[in-house]
């Protein structure tokens, strides 16, 4: 079974950057879509930054500017997400995830989450 795992959260000050990343366990045959999700809490999980399989990339209004999400061509590495000026709003947990093609399942495509990795921006 292909797990999602989100390393590269931390704590950092106002105006700072920290680095996602997302790995896959398992092998993956192809990749699609893929994005980049945040829940603060008490709030709805919301869409961060999405990447299609073209490469045509989105971004909600609150990180246009300061995040960028790229593909990874590094063993395993399924995305990065580049977060630079963190702001207090930006604290949430952040989940990726991606629709993949495994290569025990050619031909099928599911989407994957992993569990999560917490940003907290504080002075």
């Known amino acids: 079974q292909l797990q999602l795992v989100e390393s590269g959260g931390g704590l950092v000050q106002p105006g700072g950057s920290l680095r996602l990343s997302c790995a896959a366990s398992?092998?993956?045959?192809?990749?699609?879509?893929m994005g980049w999700y945040r829940q603060a809490p008490g709030k709805q999980r919301e869409l961060v930054a999405h990447?299609?399989?073209?490469?045509?990339?989105?971004y909600a209004d609150s990180v246009k500017g300061r995040f960028t999400i790229s593909r990874d061509n590094a063993k395993n590495t399924v995305s990065t997400l580049q977060m630079n000026n963190l702001k207090p709003e930006d604290t949430a947990v952040y989940y990726c995830?991606?629709?993949?093609?495994?290569?025990?399942?050619?031909?099928?495509?599911?989407?994957?989450w992993g569990q999560g990795t917490q940003v907290t921006v504080s002075s």
């Open positions: 995830n991606a629709d993949l093609t495994t290569r025990d399942r050619v031909g099928y495509t599911f989407r994957y």
């Open positions: 398992g092998s993956i045959f192809s990749i699609n879509a």
């Open positions: 990447i299609s399989s073209g490469g045509s990339t989105n």
